[in-house]
């Protein structure tokens, strides 16, 4: 492989999944917009990240991710293992369901108008959060996020999303999930401690840490956020009940919610997590993936990243 040219990481099961044919016709585009590239396509969950780390190190200079949010953030991953983010860059193609990083980018959908994007943008350093967490195992794992990371009712619904098949899209997956958590969850207390303030108890139907704007299939739930301000937005949403979830629910899509009386909006750049309850098992979302559970702490990475945009 030439290492100067673009290695497009392709995650075939995103969107309606790549065949053969369909392949064909997606790899002309991606010529067409990128010329001549180099392509590895991913077997599993991690593996974009480890191929990404795998090129970074080499001295790739160019690693593209073709998928959904999921791959998005595996090989900003990947970069960041590697300690490459600031000689590697990273472009973007978006083909899955969710699209949420997608919108804060205002990228376009086509895929060839995607590719030419790539090849003809500059490199624009963004930041990263970064998150300690809980693994499913019990031990205590790193990952990064370019978009939002969030606990509560967002992570729950994001577990029953991704079970499902998502066939009619990912704004309907998630708004199917939505409705169907509804009727099970319950709020949950946790402790926040935000930079070196003292620590607050808080009731919460779920909280975002936003470096991106949108999560959920294109709830806008961080509206002010930016991802090269050096630092992240924390919007709590309170002990809202099920009537009151239901009745503004529209304002997540609009960005409106954190007009609310019960929903804060605080930039930081660190806030630390944890159950109030020792037994409590409340999911960590990261991009759309559930990886572990609180305790968790999220912080900002400044110009993390150097993104073609």
Wanted: net charge neutral; glycine share 12%; hydrophobic share 40%.
């Amino acid at each position: 492989m030439d290492l100067a040219r673009p290695l497009v990481i392709v995650n075939p099961r995103s969107g309606r999944g790549l065949d053969e044919s369909r392949w064909a016709r997606v790899r002309g585009a991606l010529t067409d917009g990128l010329g001549e590239l180099d392509s590895a396509f991913t077997g599993g969950p991690r593996d974009a990240s480890a191929i990404a780390r795998r090129e970074a190190e080499a001295g790739r200079r160019l690693i593209v991710a073709l998928g959904g949010d999921g791959t998005i953030s595996e090989v900003a991953n990947g970069i960041l293992e590697a300690g490459a983010g600031a000689r590697t860059e990273l472009g973007i193609i978006p083909r899955g369901t969710g699209g949420d990083f997608r919108r804060t980018l205002d990228l376009p959908h086509d895929i060839a108008q995607a590719a030419r994007r790539v090849r003809e943008g500059e490199a624009r350093p963004v930041d990263a959060g970064r998150a300690h967490f809980r693994g499913h195992a019990g031990q205590t794992e790193v990952r990064h996020f370019v978009n939002v990371a969030s606990f509560g009712f967002s992570s729950a619904v994001a577990t029953r999303a991704n079970a499902s098949s998502k066939r009619f899209g990912g704004r309907l997956a998630f708004m199917a999930a939505t409705l169907r958590t509804l009727t099970s969850y319950d709020n949950t207390d946790v402790w926040l401690t935000i930079a070196d303030r003292p620590r607050e108890r808080r009731r919460v139907l779920m909280a975002a840490v936003g470096n991106g704007r949108f999560f959920g299939g294109g709830m806008k739930i961080c509206p002010e956020a930016r991802i090269d301000d050096g630092a992240l937005d924390l919007v709590t949403v309170g002990d809202f009940s099920l009537g009151e979830v239901l009745a503004n629910l529209g304002r997540l899509y609009e960005g409106t919610h954190v007009e609310l009386d019960a929903v804060e909006n605080t930039r930081v750049t660190r806030v630390a997590v944890e159950a109030v309850e020792a037994d409590a098992r409340i999911p960590v979302e990261l991009d759309g993936e559930t990886p572990g559970h609180l305790p968790a702490l999220f912080e900002v990475v400044p110009a993390a990243l150097r993104v073609r945009i």
